[in-house]
């Protein structure tokens, strides 16, 4: 494993957020892409929502994203844990464990997986290289 990331879910307002904590963090956006730039298709109204955003403050990390109406948010469920990992056999130890009396929201694919833990804890996994 190498690093755990707060991972947020607004309600169509995840730029203005992202912009508000890198104010506030004296950070910097890395990322800011909209659903218009996913590798999925969307309806046309949620083109301009937020599919993936990032905001770097020295040690502090942040990732966000706008919900869709197939995934809308609630309190307890507009954050998950993003896990980032570098090797692909402990990621998978990682995601069986977690996913243990879970629910998987996302199987386990080459690079991301998501799930809600027996605590009702949203995780994120993903595998990075380096």
């Not at 905001?55 to 896990?83: C, E, M, Q």
């Amino acid at each position: 494993m190498r690093s755990l990331i707060p991972y947020l879910v607004f309600h169509g307002n995840c730029r203005g957020a992202m912009e508000f904590y890198k104010e506030v963090l004296d950070g910097e956006i890395t990322i800011m892409q909209t659903f218009g730039e996913a590798p999925f298709e969307v309806a046309e109204e949620f083109q301009n929502r937020i599919y993936n955003s990032e905001v770097r403050a020295g040690d502090i990390w942040i990732k966000a994203s706008d919900d869709l109406p197939t995934h809308k948010v609630t309190a307890g469920n507009n954050f998950s844990l993003y896990l980032v990992f570098t090797d692909k056999k402990i990621r998978e130890k990682v995601f069986n464990e977690l996913s243990k009396e879970g629910k998987i929201l996302f199987p386990l694919n080459d690079n991301f997986a998501m799930l809600k833990d027996k605590f009702n804890i949203q995780w994120m996994l993903v595998l990075q290289d380096n």
